[in-house]
Each structure stands twice: as C-alpha cells, then as structure tokens.
C-alpha cells in the first residue's frame, strides 16, 4: 500500500506564490520519477511537472519559468514552488507516483488564484 499525502494548496492572488509538498510513504522500495498534475473545471488532467530521482525535471511549457520541482529522496518527498502565479493555473493539483505498472495519486489539493 502507497500513500501520498498532499499539503499546501490554498487561495492566493494574482502575482502571488505558494508551494505544494507531496509525501509518498508505504510499500516503497525505490521511487524514481514524481511529479504534478493538475486539473481544472471541465478540462482533462493535464502534467505539470515530472522529476527523476536524479534531479532532472520536465515542466508543461505554460508553467516553464515560473513553477520549480525540487525532490528531497530521504524524505520521498516532491515539492512544487509556483510563483507569479495567474488566475489560469486555478486547478487541483495531484501529486503523481508511478511504480511499476501502476500509477499512485495523492487526494488532490486546491489552488485557487484569484483577486
């Protein structure tokens, strides 16, 4: 059983900045990629992020520049910093964890950008 648990989604205004964490705890023997996703009202699921247990990351072209995911691997933990932060990114946001044939996600988490 995998668990991940996410944190720190919330409201925040336009120009603004907030950053996610996601925990990852349970049957793991080694995690290699975590990333974020995100969905929006009446939009699919879309990825934001991606990054590989040896730091290199891939990022949705809309958010290149301004979201940044790091990874501390001793704590399984991914983190997504998003600064300047516009009303288009309002989604929730899932935390991804693939292993082997399967595809974990986290509860999702809000982000709301709004004045």
């Known amino acids: 059983q995998v668990q991940l648990v996410e944190s720190g989604g919330g409201l925040v205004q336009p120009g603004g900045s907030l950053r996610l964490s996601c925990a990852a705890s349970?049957?793991?023997?080694?995690?290699?990629?975590m990333g974020w996703y995100r969905q929006a009202p009446g939009k699919q699921r879309e990825l934001v992020a991606r990054?590989?247990?040896?730091?290199?990351?891939i990022y949705a072209a809309s958010v290149k520049g301004r979201f940044t995911i790091s990874r501390d691997n001793a704590k399984n933990t991914v983190y997504l910093q998003m600064d300047s932060l516009k009303p288009e990114v309002t989604a929730v946001y899932y935390c991804?964890?693939?292993?082997?044939?399967?595809?974990?996600w986290g509860q999702g988490t809000h982000v709301t950008v709004s004045s």
């Open positions: 990054i590989t247990s040896g730091g290199t990351t």
């Open positions: 991804n964890l693939p292993l082997g044939y399967t595809d974990y």
């Open positions: 349970g049957s793991i023997f080694r995690i290699n990629t």
